[in-house]
């Protein structure tokens, strides 16, 4: 038998046969492992296959053709996703979330052409996947400009003094309605919950002299509230007294009236009484009269017409009561 020895050894030879075959079997692996992909569950898969929408992919462990014929993009249809407009909170994962010129974004013409700046967050999510990757190009920086569009045109009908007090609710209310009927004529796929307002400020030039008329309207609204109260502590107490005395008026006149009645229904029944016999009611008047008063001396000494002495009959010896 030869003895190959390194230098007999043909390698460039060899590795020519022997590349072609490990060739095969890393392209052979690399298909096995290119064909399979996960959908996380938050999530649902749009399988497309050379380009073309072919169907949706529920998640988990998915077989696809493999070597780029089809591609499965995840869209996270679970996500309540935001953009942030004319303001950016760092460390957010949606790349879309955040504005390029924020400044520019926030600076608002108001309906009497002052200037305010806004900071707003469009909630959403993602509702139809078909529509959100095929319809529009770019479909969340389109909600942004629709969303920046819709406010300015909101706010551009009402006042500067509207926007930075008591018109928020109804700006949050009419541009949310505005901007999923946009969102839904354009068929971008998503779903809008909620506009909120963040921070709503007058520009830096004038937010000194609107602090101090703010703290004006405060303190005369604390003001009318101190007054309220006041006014619905007495008043509700005068009004309480009032029907008190009226009450206690009510009371006494039918107190007096019910004892008239009772006076003349007695005088008509001793009346009655006397016309039949006018003797004997003469003498019991005259006893009852006798009875009510008599109580009320502090000492009677009662004699006989034909008494002629009294002294016999006092004694002295007590003290006079």
Not at 87 to 114: F, I
Request: no cysteine.
């Amino acid at each position: 038998m030869r003895n190959v020895t390194p230098q007999s050894f043909d390698w460039p030879n060899n590795l020519q046969r022997l590349g072609l075959p490990v060739m095969i079997t890393l392209v052979a692996v690399w298909a096995v492992l290119s064909g399979f992909s996960s959908v996380p569950a938050d999530s649902v898969g749009v399988l497309t296959r050379f380009g073309r929408f072919v169907d949706l992919v529920s998640p988990g462990l998915r077989f696809k053709l493999p070597l780029g014929i089809d591609v499965i993009d995840l869209v996270p249809i679970q996500r309540q996703l935001k953009l942030e407009l004319g303001t950016s909170t760092p460390g957010g994962s949606n790349p879309n979330q955040y504005p390029e010129e924020p400044e520019a974004e926030r600076t608002v013409v108001t309906g009497d052409l002052n200037m305010a700046l806004i900071e707003w967050i469009v909630q959403y999510r993602i509702e139809d996947p078909k529509e959100f990757r095929f319809n529009v190009f770019q479909p969340e920086r389109t909600l942004r400009d629709v969303g920046e569009s819709v406010m300015r045109e909101v706010v551009g009908d009402r006042t500067i003094d509207e926007v930075l007090t008591i018109g928020r609710q109804e700006i949050e209310t009419e541009t949310l309605s505005r901007l999923q009927a946009i969102v839904k004529r354009y068929g971008l796929g998503l779903s809008i919950m909620q506009v909120q307002l963040q921070n709503v400020h007058p520009p830096k030039a004038v937010q000194a002299s609107f602090s101090e008329v703010n703290q004006a309207q405060q303190e005369k609204q604390q003001a009318i509230n101190l007054a309220n109260g006041e006014y619905n502590k007495v008043v509700p107490r005068a009004r309480g007294e009032a029907l008190r005395k009226v009450s206690a008026a009510e009371g006494y006149a039918a107190k007096r009236v019910n004892e008239a009645k009772g006076d003349a229904g007695r005088f008509s029944a001793t009346l009655a009484e006397y016309l039949k016999s006018p003797e004997v009611t003469r003498q019991r008047l005259y006893l009852e009269t006798m009875q009510a008063v008599l109580p009320q001396l502090s000492r009677k000494i009662i004699l006989d017409e034909k008494s002629g002495q009294i002294f016999p009959l006092l004694q002295l010896d007590q003290k006079t009561k």
